[in-house]
């Protein structure tokens, strides 16, 4: 595990192996750091064990080749710059869920913290279902207090999809899609998860913990592969892809694809008490259209037919069937776009 606040020298001298179009003398970092020369050889050698391709030359110093591709926690922090909504990030290497691991946190009082991983062995996600989080995936769960009422709760879920898709679509110009109440999809298939646990007090949020799952560099088949028989045979599951296979195999940026998320949720995150204005955008970004509703599981499942039409006000799905208009709330029935 790594708490990125406790790596304060380290981030230095990156950052001066940053800001530099050259070779940095050990002598002159440490001279700038106020450090020995011999405690800027470690914080190199560290760096180079975190995997950063770091150049020596005798008399010259220092030069940064290439970066890992890793979330590390001053690597995010450097892309995003200031940010009131993260103020602290735990990164771990492989963890079982970051969700769990944040709600712990979340309960001991933190606030404004991200949970980042590179995989997770027991990743969850919605209705207690199994969350596939291998290498190169986004997999992360945030902390925060946002100022709704709990009867908004199923905004926060859209509200968060709309982040994902906004910085799908600006990141990478792909045509992401909020898939009701909380996926988000390209061309029909599925490509992050998200999943919110909240502690409530007389109908006030207390904290809320927002799941992400992004399947970034991550192949199809490793996520179907490692999909039980079960898993795929489920109704609700109409495929996955990955944003390196919309790309055309080419692996993204993490890194940056992470701080442009963060970016897009905190500022739609500032603006949720102007509900109008982020239903508006919610609504822009729906998937609507032919839909099988699905009520149960399984072989007992019940599926009809329907048109998705609208968001209402409170965040419900609007379908029309044969048995008139109904109001889908999220958690009860499954909608299955027939893309
Ligand atoms: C879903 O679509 O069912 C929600 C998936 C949410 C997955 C994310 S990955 C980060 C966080 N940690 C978890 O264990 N789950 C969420």
Redesign the pocket.
Known sequence: MIVGSKKARLKDLLGMLRASKGYVSGEYMSRMLNISREAVWKQISMLRGYGYSIDAKPRLGYMLIDRPDRLYPWEIMYELGGSSMVKEIIYHDDV?????V?LRLAEEGKDSMLVV?EK?S??????S?R?I?PYG?V???LITKPRVSVRNATILSLATALAVCKSINGSFNLPARIKWP??VVINYR?V????IDMSVEHDVINYCVI???VNANVSIESIEGMMSDEDKGYHYYYGSTSLMHEMGNKAVDRVKFVASLLRELEGIYSRLSYKAEILASIRAMMLLGPVSIIEGEGKDARIRDGIAVDVDDDGSLLVKSNEGMEKVISGYIHIRYEG
């Open positions: 079982t869920s970051t969700q769990d944040a991983a997770q027991k990743g969850r996600g919605r209705l279902r969350w989080s995936g997999w992360f769960s909380n996926d599925k992050a998860g998200i999943l799941g992400i799952g």
